[in-house]
């Protein structure tokens, strides 16, 4: 029974919590005019351009993973790293987190790589991610100051007064958003302790974290790593040139939106949902864009921009079994 309500809880916790938050920011909002805009508002080039982005930034990823198992001695079929990577952000709908397993599962089922190893070079991923949000966070930010000032004073994060904090909306969707991530912190922790009962399971992610050091090119695994970023960067902002209210926004409008959302993101609902909006339509009022326009704009992107992860996962499910099969 306790097996089951902690499963069940995995899944519904995320999608509550997206909903809590989609709820509190388009409470009033008229659906009309997002279909008004789909109808006679988007420029569907751009956005197809920008999907190209999406789908070069799982490619690459899946590319750098291999030069990462290499030095284990470990060599998975390119294409394969690629579907698992394809399949693991499709698993991450579902439960968040959850396509860090899943696409060390794909690789230990069709070329045979030890499971504990390739989590180990996943977590090497994640640490090289975040000083790269972290890099980027810090240049945008520095050139951008007056802009995030005004998003924390907006929102309520920036305020002299207990008694504003607590009457602010924003507030506690801030204090859920959080909540979320706590949640997601204690399933990790637990994972951990999972492992550290298995013998040998933590020498193996060791071994796989320390990968890194060895790796073969590491000018190609720089320029990897360098054309994901660029990759999600563009794959964002070229969505900007979708909407006639959107085409205007400067080059820094974006880094900042793609810094904001990309923090939104950490907070474990499905695709971001409901934080990524909340981020995006707070950081485009502050450029000028209006409240409706800028939900529209965050509605229309998230939904195709899952779509399209939801597209990549069956095709790396298909073209795995196809391939393996």
């Known amino acids: ?99 860090e397993v899943s696409r060390c599962g794909v690789l230990a089922r069709y070329d045979g790589v030890p499971f504990s190893k390739s989590l180990g070079t996943v977590v090497t991923e994640r640490i090289i991610d975040s000083l790269c949000i972290l890099l980027i966070t810090g240049v945008t930010f520095l050139f951008q100051m007056p802009v995030f000032m005004r998003f924390f004073q907006e929102t309520g994060t920036k305020i002299p007064s207990l008694m504003h904090l607590l009457s602010s909306p924003w507030f506690y969707v801030a204090l859920f958003c959080v909540a979320g991530v706590l949640v997601l912190l204690f399933y990790l922790l637990r994972m951990l302790a999972f492992f550290e009962r298995v013998k040998g399971a933590v020498l193996n992610v060791w071994e796989g974290v320390r990968s890194l050091r060895q790796v073969k090119n590491v000018p190609l695994f720089l320029l990897y790593t360098l054309l994901i970023w660029l990759c999600y960067f563009y794959h964002f902002y070229l969505t900007f040139h979708c909407f006639d209210f959107t085409a205007s926004l400067s080059f820094m409008a974006g880094m900042v939106m793609f810094v904001a959302g990309t923090f939104a993101v950490i907070v474990p609902t499905p695709n971001g949902a409901g934080p990524w909006h909340f981020a995006v339509i707070t950081m485009m009022m502050l450029y000028g864009v209006s409240a409706v326009d800028a939900a529209v704009f965050a509605l229309i992107v998230h939904a195709v921009q899952t779509l399209l992860v939801i597209l990549l996962g069956l095709w790396g499910w298909l073209h795995l079994m196809w391939k393996n099969g």
């Open 1 to 99: 029974m306790n097996k089951w309500l902690n499963k069940t809880g995995k899944i519904l916790l995320p999608i509550i919590l997206g909903a809590f938050v989609l709820y509190w920011v388009y409470r009033d909002f008229d659906f009309a005019r997002v279909g008004e805009v789909l109808l006679h508002g988007v420029d569907w080039w751009w956005m197809t351009v920008s999907l190209l982005f999406g789908v070069m930034s799982h490619v690459f990823r899946g590319w750098r993973w291999v030069q990462t198992l290499e030095p284990m001695q470990l060599h998975p079929r390119r294409s394969n790293c690629v579907d698992a990577i394809f399949l693991s952000y499709a698993a991450n709908l579902v439960v968040p987190r959850l396509g």
